[in-house]
T-cell receptor, first 113, second 115 residues
């Protein structure tokens, strides 16, 4: 079963615009991570936000975490054509004895030049 | 580049056959996780190895098995291949499995096609 669910499933924007993707999860977590995947290749780690953090920045990326709503958002500012990819959130549930990362279904972002 | 390598890149097998996929973890990482990613889906956790022992398993049948070696590299073995096993198989290495507090670094994946 999917722990995280990204929303929207697909997003198409013009270059220079901002892109916002959301992730909801079900169980308590220690941290939440966002990954990017280009066209069926390996996943690239973008950013990790810990459960005691509310916001984190990395370059053009801004991630927020609301543990009370069990949700996170990823904002990509001033998007570029190279940002075209699928974006996934991943959570390692804190359930005892469980160390697996559970990925959402992903948001497919297309940035039009 | 994450330093995690996987081989082979692509593989075509026939239903009923067996396959072995390999992963070399990033230097210093002691934990390797394997994921299956079907087309258009997110990665699904298969299992994780920590210091040569299986440590956590997802909802996959026993014909999916693995090994981790003393140098922390790992193998994924799939027996009695089925058409639904066609997918991208990803391995990820990390420094520690404790509470998932450390980032995972993914390899480029092995694309398996079962005909």
């Amino acid at each position: 079963s999917q722990q995280g669910e990204e929303d929207p499933q697909a997003l198409s924007i013009q270059e220079g615009e901002n892109a916002t993707m959301n992730c909801s999860y079900k169980t308590s977590i220690n941290n939440l991570q966002w990954y990017r995947q280009n066209s069926g290749r390996g996943l690239v780690h973008l950013i990790l936000i810990r459960s005691n953090e509310r916001e984190k920045h990395s370059g053009r990326l801004r991630v927020t975490l609301d543990t009370s709503k069990k949700s996170s958002s990823l904002l990509i500012t001033a998007s570029r054509a190279a940002d075209t990819a699928s974006y996934f959130c991943a959570t390692p549930p804190t359930t005892s004895g469980t160390y697996k990362y559970i990925f959402g279904t992903g948001t497919r972002l297309k940035v039009l030049a | 580049e994450t330093g995690v390598t996987q081989s082979p890149t692509h593989l075509i097998k026939t239903r009923g056959q067996q396959v072995t996929l390999r992963c070399s973890s990033q230097s210093g990482h002691n934990t390797v996780s394997w994921y299956q990613q079907a087309l258009g889906q997110g990665p699904q956790f298969i299992f994780q190895y920590y210091r040569e022992e299986e440590n956590g398993r997802g909802n996959f049948p026993p014909r999916f098995s693995g090994l981790q070696f003393p140098n922390y590299s790992s193998e994924l073995n799939v027996n009695a291949l089925e058409l639904d096993d066609s997918a991208l198989y990803l391995c990820a290495s990390s420094l520690s499995n404790i509470g998932g507090r450390n980032e995972q670094y993914f390899g480029p994946g092995t694309r398996l096609t079962v005909t």
